[in-house]
DNA sequence: TTAGCTTTTTGACTTAAGTCAAAGGGTTAG
DNA sequence: CTAACCCTTTGACTTAAGTCAAAAAGCTAA
């Protein structure tokens, strides 16, 4: 793994050729072919991680085997740093294991592993990844404030025009691709287990949304035919 | 406001005298009664607060008027911290606002807060507030990896018996009573909207526990009965 | 003590979303 | 080319939890 993949990962932009060594060197890097389990939230707690291609799925799982995605980690973005800094203060039974399950969604997902010891010498030492880290946990803390307030105060429909229109709007800030629609990169049955209802009824909704005009389903691909119907669908 | 107060409070729990002093200067403290708004998530942000007295939910509110709490904060704890590292990267458009509502739930809610200016070069110079930030933040998120786990994957009862044998743990860990009892310091309204349900399914929920032999509701105070079925209800 | 609140309980009913089962499409590998 | 598989859709049915309305129980303050 080279210190040019390390550059574009939020945490560590601001440090120097020399501190990406340091960083570098400590890394180890798995790859995970779709399907493949990451780490079990039961599990004891080694590092946090990268994702550096693929994509990751971080969830929970009920009981009785139904699943809630998170989080859903894109190349470049770090997931489980929460227990780095659980160290501190009393010592809870959760502290030192994963806080969710971690799953890779695509065949050659590769993942950057940062061990958790090293880490937080570095961590004491330079204070602008403190700080790098806070805006990252803040952000972070705004998804999840987000999330239960889509899922407990929305319905259903309610959520599928929104995540819509936030893939759309989201596109549209990155890609230079003027079409009005957007692309899964999820199957429709992770869609549903992220917005936290079941695959029938992802579907039936989806189909609810084209009757009324507002979108148009093509396989993984969704095309926006209505977009102030869809606003206000989502809000 | 005296120091004596924000050494209590865990972020500044490991400064000088001096330095507390200086975090002193810059606060502002006000009191609000019952019921009464401490900031809407539309504000404009001014800077984060600790509880010193009372009780105050932060909480969001759907647009036909529903309402979920996300958090509930006892005294010398903080809250509002999020937006104060939301300024790096690109601006969204709630940063800067309150990431949600806050109310007192108390008469004689004493509240301080901490202007974010003066606050944000405070942290700069001082990296162990950084680190205890950290801490922070990830206690958070922890509790709402936790909360939304609950909500997704738990129906009414088992989140209802959880909330029980976790108050009742937590009591036996900080006070010294023996009694096999909690004492609800929120209405049973507050703690519905807290559990992602409606008051009236949360009083069936009860009466429900009560005929199994679970616990016992008297107003406020909720005996338990049967530790083990609680458990076992819980899980 | 009682009037006037707020909070909680209970009953009857509705409904959004989940479950179960079957069939349809699409993709891939031999 | 086709069998085997996965992903998705559709239909029929169930159910947990929400809504609405009214009564009951608790508080508070004059």
Redesign the interface.
């Known amino acids: 793994m080279e210190t040019s993949i390390l550059k574009k990962v939020?945490i560590f932009s601001g440090l120097s050729e020399e501190e990406l060594e340091d960083v570098q060197k400590i890394t180890r890097t798995k790859t995970f072919n779709k399907g493949d389990i990451i780490f079990f939230d039961t599990e004891p707690y080694l590092g946090f991680y990268i994702t550096v291609s693929g994509l990751v799925k971080i969830y929970?799982?009920?009981?009785d085997g139904?699943e809630?995605i998170?989080h859903l980690i894109n190349p470049y973005n770090t997931f489980a740093?929460?227990?780095?800094?659980?160290n501190?203060?009393e010592i809870r039974e959760?502290a030192f294991r994963y806080?969710?399950n971690a799953m890779a969604l695509e065949d050659q997902t590769k993942v950057v592993l940062i061990p958790a010891r090293p880490f937080t010498e570095l961590?004491?030492e330079n204070?602008r990844i403190?700080?790098?880290?806070?805006?990252g946990?803040?952000?972070?803390?705004?998804h999840?404030?987000r999330?239960?307030?889509e899922?407990?105060?929305?319905d259903v429909t309610k959520r599928v025009a929104n995540f819509v229109l936030s893939e759309y709007i989201n596109k549209r800030k990155t890609k230079l691709d003027s079409t009005h629609s957007i692309r899964l990169n999820i199957s429709k049955n992770d869609l549903a287990s992220y917005l936290?209802t079941i695959l029938e009824t992802l579907s039936r909704t989806f189909k609810k949304l084209q009757e009324e005009g507002i979108i148009l389903v093509e396989g993984r691909t969704i095309l926006i035919k209505d977009f102030e119907k869809l606003k206000e669908t989502a809000?």
Chains 1, 2 share one sequence.
């Open positions: 939020y929970k799982i009920s009981k139904r809630h998170l740093e929460v227990p780095l800094f659980e501190f203060g959760d806080p969710a961590l004491a204070s403190s700080l790098k880290m806070l805006s946990f803040a952000k972070r803390l705004r999840l404030n999330h239960i307030e899922i407990t105060l929305k936290g809000s």
